[in-house]
């Protein structure tokens, strides 16, 4: 006679603890049912394997992450593979175990019972989630299987859905400055800048939370089943305007040399675009901190210091010979054109280095160290978000060092983001402080210092003229624009970079073309920058 037996299952943790225990006649299971306190029993013929074991077989596989092995207690292994893979996968790290409520007693004539159990997941992080769900069970010949329905994982899903744990971050949000949340995703909008204005974001005091979301077969959330919430920091407004920011970067994508372009609100400072093309990023931060010298966009500055040193006036006559020598500098023009004697605000538009180079070298060796300080070049600025330089001027030694400066040659050197200052500090006659992230002040390290009022009204008619009669009347078309071309010669002085600084109602910038070889290059920039605004 085949010897039959008595299993006593004591269900107390996540799996089962089994006593076999050797008696004639049947196989009993048991489990101690909380509600109770007394055990309930089921039988079976030798050889077959009751619910209570089938179930503790399925809960034993998910909790290893055997998703196959625990489909394959189910009556329908291949969708509860699928539908389990996805789960698992999306629940991240959590950690999954089951604690078996009473299991019913079992007789021959039973096709299908119903085990409950109550489900604890561990979450990444250590925070418990714990819910009750039950197990259909039904026989499939002699054999018992889980009769798979989404929601033995969990009593909310129904087909095509899965779990889903998402954690949310503390961090508080970058907004444009529409006060609407800025996209992850802003393709070259900002790139130049943003990774360091989502380094701002944050502080003290914040606490991340997470969610398990039901999603459905496209991953789109359904509900939120259980949450705990985060206690986000300050979130932080970016003064980007996307509109200036996309045509910035437009223009600098259109040309191979590196360049880059700075935009400033002339009354507020606020940062408004900060572009620069891939041959740019690829160097370093050209459009913020990398020097370069300014070229004839530095006139601006000898004009302001020959003006408040009372040397010339807008409509004084002065000398632009094609070259000339001063001191011991022997300068030209550029391709050596000669006006002859003409107002001052003439050699200023036709950008007259003999002019300039003249002015400067009559100046002392710290006169456009000084004036360049009103302007905002030499200047310090901690700006939250982003590193910046505004340039520098060194006094000079000699009379050849002043001219050579007086052109923006020589030792001076500036950036886009320096330049874009100086040309709203023309604008309103006052340096704005720069700011990028409006919940955080810009903090001054070192000031400029006031540029005379008489200085600035007399730039502005000055730098209008450049546009609609001098070197930039490519940009007649486009507004009221008033600006300074400048062509930098460096290294051996057959190569030069462009430069275009100007400001067009409330709206100052700076267009650096790398060894762009001109003033042209800059312009058509500029040009290109300017057409969708």
Request: net charge negative.
């Amino acid at each position: 006679m085949q010897e039959k037996r008595r299993r006593l299952v004591l269900i107390g943790g996540g799996l089962a603890a089994a006593v076999v225990i050797g008696i004639g006649g049947a196989v009993v299971w048991g489990s101690d049912d909380p509600s109770t306190g007394s055990a309930v029993f089921e039988v079976e013929e030798p050889g077959s394997r009751t619910p209570g074991t089938v179930v503790q077989d399925f809960i034993a596989a998910f909790a290893a992450g055997d998703v196959a092995g625990a489909a394959a207690t189910t009556d329908a292994e291949q969708p509860a593979r699928a539908a389990l893979g996805r789960s698992r996968i999306a629940m991240s790290t959590a950690a999954y175990t089951a604690r078996l409520g009473a299991i019913p007693a079992i007789g021959a004539e039973v096709t299908a019972t119903t085990i409950p159990a109550d489900v604890t997941w561990t979450l990444p992080g250590g925070a418990p989630w714990t819910y009750r769900t039950a197990f259909e069970v039904k026989r499939d010949g002699k054999q018992w299987r889980v009769h798979w329905t989404p929601a033995a994982l969990h009593p909310a899903l129904v087909e095509g859905q899965a779990l889903k744990f998402e954690p949310v971050s503390s961090q508080g949000s970058v907004l444009d400055r529409d006060g609407k949340p800025l996209p992850e995703d802003t393709g070259d909008y900002a790139k130049a800048v943003l990774p360091g204005v989502r380094g701002e974001v944050g502080g003290t005091g914040g606490k991340p939370g997470w969610k398990v979301l039901v999603v459905d077969a496209a991953d789109a959330p359904v509900a939120t089943v259980q949450e705990k919430q985060a206690v986000v920091t300050q979130s932080v407004t970016v003064t980007l305007d996307k509109a200036v920011q996309d045509a910035a970067q437009a223009a600098v994508d259109g040309v191979p040399q590196e360049a880059a372009i700075v935009a400033i609100d002339t009354g507020t400072g606020e940062i408004l675009a900060v572009a620069q093309n891939a041959a740019a990023t690829a160097t370093g931060p050209v459009a913020l901190g990398y020097l370069h010298e300014p070229g004839s966009t530095f006139k601006m500055v000898t004009a302001a210091a020959a003006i408040e040193g009372g040397a010339v006036t807008v409509d004084t006559t002065v000398e632009c010979p094609g070259e000339a020598v001063v001191g011991t500098r022997k300068i030209p023009n550029e391709g050596k054109f000669d006006l002859g004697a003409v107002p001052l605000r003439q050699a200023f538009a036709q950008s007259c280095n003999t002019t300039f180079g003249k002015l400067a070298g009559e100046m002392s060796d710290s006169a456009l160290t000084t004036t360049a300080r009103q302007f905002g070049i030499g200047a310090d600025y901690d700006v939250a978000g982003i590193s910046t330089n505004t340039g520098k001027v060194p006094p000079a030694v000699d009379v050849a060092e002043r001219v050579e400066n007086g052109i923006g040659q020589g030792k001076v050197q500036t950036t886009p983001f320096g330049m874009a200052l100086a040309a709203a500090t023309v604008a309103t006659g006052r340096t704005p402080t720069p700011q990028l992230i409006r919940e955080i002040p810009t903090k001054v390290n070192t000031a400029p210092t006031a540029l005379p009022a008489d200085a600035a009204q007399a730039l502005r008619p000055m730098m209008r003229e450049v546009v609609t009669g001098g070197t930039a009347t490519a940009l007649g078309g486009f507004g009221a624009v008033s600006g300074k071309t400048g062509t930098a010669q460096f290294g051996d002085g057959t190569h030069a970079h462009g430069w275009f600084v100007g400001y067009r109602g409330t709206m100052a910038f700076a267009v650096l073309v790398v060894d762009g070889g001109s003033s042209k290059a800059a312009v058509g920039v500029t040009a290109t920058f300017l057409g969708p605004l």
